[in-house]
């Protein structure tokens, strides 16, 4: 069977489906609604949506067909009219079924819990079941999520893995598919043997090459020399413009009404949550709010969500949720400065850029801690990409605050591009398998908003010395500026030997050249030379003198009448 591209919207009282199924006929159409399910057939095509809610077939519902587009249309209504459905534009989310979601641990499941059972000892008193514990213990670890470097006394020998049995990818749960990767072009993994080498072997491979990739030279010359990394750094990305965008609308008359007021109390609510509001409410004009367009940071496109239903429907057990965390910021930062290298323009080297950038993809990192990450982002970005600079990389992680804050939509469109790049190319699609489709698939089923929104606090502001590097940068940095100033006077001094060897230059420069002066005439330099007692002599009735222009010997005047001349 195949399943159809369709749409999800929603207003107050009813939930609008648009499923796309051309050359069909209408007499082949079947609709099923149970509770919060509805079902649709059609040879060849066949579509289960689960929602967040439950939705009733009654008199206000309706089904339409265009046998021009291929469109159906169907309008269905809430059974509790004014609830709102979240994540209806999370295609991967809608597909799943009541098992999925239940198994992905959905908040949202609009069916009853299961009974939790409750384990009496033999003295009678009540123990709670594992279930309740997991639950509360999950919310206190959404609400507050713990980015430090977790603690443990070192192992002495790290247990190397069984032969080919290493595991990397999302949440460590591949193995084999990079076994032949140094036979093929694939220039993003630097792991010497991925499947044999531990995670701590992995690490130390990390920083061996990045130390051998770092160029001091290349360095200081993009510190001194940034003519071109100055609009790169002012450039502003879609996402951060989106949010500059929420933040305005936030702040504007229109946003003043009460229910904005007490969904983001003292800004600490996610700008996603805002979106949704603004989407909800004020794009329609409700409640006296002006319509705010929102931007391409929310809306899905259709390539977009062709991807997210491609992707593959899966329950994730996560084993190390910090690591997954921690994995977004790594491949959040090198799609940024991606982008902010290209301006926002994808390249054939898009991908390489991106997968040399992230130590996730190109050493099957796993991180434990937010400096760590951050840390390795940037020894990364002063080593591989065209542009290294210390700015540059400043501006990239404030990028991943704004997509952090605009919340798992943003999140989810930048892995969407990440997957997009990589499945084109004809070496590293590997990485879409590996990593993106299930952090694709992740983000819209398990992914936690308040986690997020604890990193995203995290982020904002967070700082790295350059000393945490490994690398002297401020020494180069000096060095490199002692440079530029001793280049700088070099170039002065030729400038001034250049006018005095080319009168004409001089002159342009508006200097006047050596010896450009009115006493400088083949006659008045001989004068010059004479002796005053010569002078005298001449004048007084010796051999006759030229006469000379009182310009060029300012001791001498123009004869008188009689033909003597007087000199002063």
């Not at 206000?60 to 249309?73: K, L, M, Q, V």
């Not at 500059?244 to 996610?270: E, I, N, S, Y």
């Not at 796993?366 to 400043?394: D, H, K, M």
């Not at 500026?481 to 250049?498: H, K, Q």
């Amino acid at each position: 069977m195949i399943t159809p591209r369709f749409s999800v919207r929603q207003d107050e009282a009813r939930v609008y489906i648009t499923i796309h199924a051309p050359h069909v006929r209408a007499q082949s159409i079947e609709f099923d609604v149970d509770d919060d399910q509805f079902k649709f057939f059609a040879s060849p095509y066949y579509l289960r949506l689960t929602f967040p809610g439950r939705v009733v077939e009654d008199d206000g519902s309706a089904a339409s067909f265009d046998a021009t587009t291929g469109d159906i249309s169907v309008a269905l209504s809430k059974q509790t009219p004014g609830e709102s459905f979240a994540n209806l534009d999370l295609l991967s989310s809608l597909l799943a079924t009541r098992q999925e979601r239940e198994a992905a641990g959905y908040p949202d499941s609009a069916l009853p819990k299961r009974p939790v059972i409750e384990d009496l000892d033999a003295a009678g008193a009540g123990t709670s079941g594992g279930t309740v514990d997991e639950v509360l213990e999950q919310a206190r670890l959404d609400e507050d999520f713990d980015w430090e470097l977790p603690q443990s006394l070192a192992a002495e020998d790290e247990e190397k893995p069984l032969g080919g049995s290493a595991k990397y990818g999302f949440n460590q749960q591949y193995s084999g598919y990079l076994a032949h990767v140094h036979n093929t072009a694939n220039e993003v993994n630097e792991v010497a043997d991925p499947e044999n080498m531990t995670a701590e072997e992995r690490r130390r491979g990390r920083a061996a090459c990045e130390d051998a990739k770092f160029d001091a030279e290349y360095y200081m010359s993009d510190y001194v020399y940034d003519d071109d990394i100055q609009p790169l750094i002012q450039f502003t990305p879609p996402f951060v413009a989106a949010l500059q965008q929420l933040r305005q609308a936030k702040d504007d008359d229109a946003m003043g009404t009460p229910t904005a007021a007490a969904r983001v109390p003292g800004g600490d609510a996610t700008v996603d949550e805002l979106a949704h509001q603004v989407q909800r409410g004020l794009r329609a004009g409700e409640d006296g709010g002006q319509a705010v367009e929102i931007g391409p940071a929310m809306d899905f496109s259709d390539g977009e969500k062709k991807l997210m239903m491609e992707l593959p429907r899966k329950a994730h057990l996560i084993s190390d949720k910090r690591a997954i965390y921690l994995g977004l910021v790594d491949l959040l930062f090198a799609y940024s400065l991606e982008v902010r290298i290209n301006q926002g323009e994808s390249t054939v080297e898009s991908a390489w850029t991106i997968g040399a950038l992230s130590a996730t993809l190109s050493n099957l990192e796993q991180f434990a801690s937010l400096r760590s990450t951050v840390i390795a982002c940037f020894r990364r970005g002063l080593a591989y990409p065209l542009y290294r600079n210390w700015e540059l990389c400043e501006a990239a992680l404030s990028d991943v605050h704004a997509i952090c804050r605009l919340g798992r939509r943003a999140i989810l469109k930048a892995f969407l591009a990440m997957k997009q790049l990589f499945d084109a190319h004809d070496m590293y699609y590997i990485y879409s398998k590996l990593y993106f489709d299930d952090y694709c698939v992740w983000l819209q089923t398990a992914a936690s908003d308040k986690a997020i929104r604890s990193m995203a606090r995290k982020l904002r502001g967070f700082e790295i010395n350059k000393e945490e590097t490994g690398w002297s940068l401020d020494e180069c940095e000096d060095l490199a500026l002692e440079t530029s100033e001793g280049e700088d006077d070099d170039d002065g001094d030729r400038e001034d030997v250049s006018c005095a060897e080319d009168p004409s230059l001089a002159s342009q420069q508006g200097v006047p050249p050596p010896g450009d002066t009115p006493e400088a005439t083949p006659d008045a330099l001989r004068l010059a030379d004479m002796s005053l007692s010569s002078e005298l002599s001449n004048l007084a009735g010796g051999p006759h003198v030229p006469s000379v222009p009182s310009a060029l010997l300012p001791g001498l005047r123009a004869p008188n009448g009689d033909g003597s001349e007087i000199i002063e």
